[in-house]
Structures are given as structure tokens and as C-alpha cells.
């Protein structure tokens, strides 16, 4: 069994940054891929960007690439994601999800375990 609680969402103005984390527990963290995922209303979710078990790989949705970085400690158990210059169509209900791939992986039917989402608002 896996818990994982992400945190640091919130309202921002366009152009503004916001930093998420997710905080692991339950299993031996360092061995898995982690992802981040997003839903919109009214739309599906989808794939933000995902990190390998060791940080040396990482992947980024076209949409986000440039401006988010995904990174993890683990040590503290716990993968960020750092979104900078955000735009109101960043506004959705962010997911962290890990993944016994090791890898990573864009595609959600991969991930094993679910937060429950932090909400990211951007105001234009």
C-alpha cells in the first residue's frame, strides 16, 4: 500500500509560479517512477511529466515543456513539480501518481497509486 498527499496548489495571476509536492509513504519510494498528471473540467486527464526512479530521466507534456520541471528527493520520499510562467490553461486539479515502472510513463493506465489532487488555479 502506497499514501501519497500532494500540496502547494493554489491561485496565481498569469505568469506566476507555483511548486507542488507529493509526499511518498508506504513503500520503498526510490525504486519507482513517479508522474504527474492533470484534469481539467469537463476534460480528461492528462499527462504532465514523469521521472525516472534515480531523477536521471525525465519527460515532459508539449504543453509544459520549458516551463515545468519535475524533480525528486529521495531521501525525503517526496517528487516536486516547479511550474514557472503559468497560463489560465494550466488551471486544472493536479495528480502525483507513482508507477512500478521504473522509468516513468506518459500513460496513466501505468500508475499504480493515486493523491488525491491539489487544485492550481491561474487567473488571466
Known amino acids: 500500500q502506497v499514501q501519497l498527499v500532494e500540496s502547494g496548489g493554489g491561485l496565481v495571476q498569469a505568469g506566476g509560479s507555483l511548486r507542488l509536492s507529493c509526499a511518498a509513504s508506504g513503500r520503498t519510494f526510490s525504486r519507482y517512477g513517479m508522474g504527474w498528471f492533470r484534469q481539467a473540467p469537463g476534460k480528461e486527464r492528462e499527462f504532465v511529466s514523469s521521472?525516472?526512479?534515480?531523477?536521471?530521466?525525465?519527460y515532459y507534456a508539449d504543453s509544459v515543456t520549458g516551463r515545468f520541471t519535475i524533480s525528486r528527493d529521495n531521501a525525503k520520499n517526496t517528487v516536486y513539480l516547479q511550474m514557472n510562467n503559468l497560463k489560465p490553461e494550466d488551471t486544472a486539479v493536479y495528480y502525483c501518481a507513482i508507477t512500478w515502472d521504473s522509468g516513468g510513463n506518459s500513460d496513466y493506465t501505468r500508475y499504480n497509486y493515486w493523491g488525491q489532487g491539489t487544485q492550481v488555479t491561474v487567473s488571466s
Open positions: 521521472i525516472s526512479w534515480s531523477g536521471d530521466s525525465t
